[in-house]
């Protein structure tokens, strides 16, 4: 009773993990070369999805065990997953990334995040110091008291 849903189980987790790749692969530098794998993932998905559900829903006697030609969608899906990997190494070989150009951009990014908070840290020690010249240099009132006020608290 399991080999019947051994293939098209079997076929359709190999294409879910061919669009799960394809998926990440979307959201890469060359996500544009992935729209057609992915599309073609789907399409390969689908029929294999319709015979386990078939299978899973009509009780469809035990078969004996599979001949070459019923291993076909199986190999066909190990294939296509190994062509996906296949093609995910070859353009990371043949698509170069100009790393001069992506550290000058982290560099120019990092400089002026540093010089953002020197010139916040900068202005927050003038704020300080100005407070400090208002309040450092202060005169002395004479005379805010009464003259009997000062005696009692000098006799004290």
């Given at each position: ?74 190999i066909l899906s190990l294939l296509w997953y190994a062509m996906i990997v296949t093609f995910h190494y ?67």
């Amino acid at each position: 009773m399991v080999e019947i849903y051994l293939l098209p189980l079997g076929c359709l987790l190999l294409n879910f993990l061919a669009f799960a790749a394809c998926l990440r692969f979307l959201f890469s530098r060359q996500g544009l070369y992935w729209i057609i794998p992915l599309a073609l993932t789907l399409f390969m998905a689908w029929p294999h999805a319709l015979t386990l559900y078939q299978v899973a829903s009509a009780g469809a006697p035990v078969p004996s065990p599979y001949a070459y030609l019923e291993l076909q969608p199986l190999i066909l899906s190990l294939l296509w997953y190994a062509m996906i990997v296949t093609f995910h190494y070859a353009l990371k070989k043949t698509i170069r990334v100009n790393l001069y150009a992506e550290q000058v951009k982290k560099n120019l990014h990092e400089v002026r995040y540093l010089e953002a908070g020197d010139e916040g840290e900068r202005l927050r020690r003038e704020r300080r110091w100005r407070t400090h010249l208002v309040n450092r240099a202060t005169p002395v009132r004479l005379g805010l008291y009464p003259s009997g006020w000062v005696d009692l608290f000098d006799e004290a």
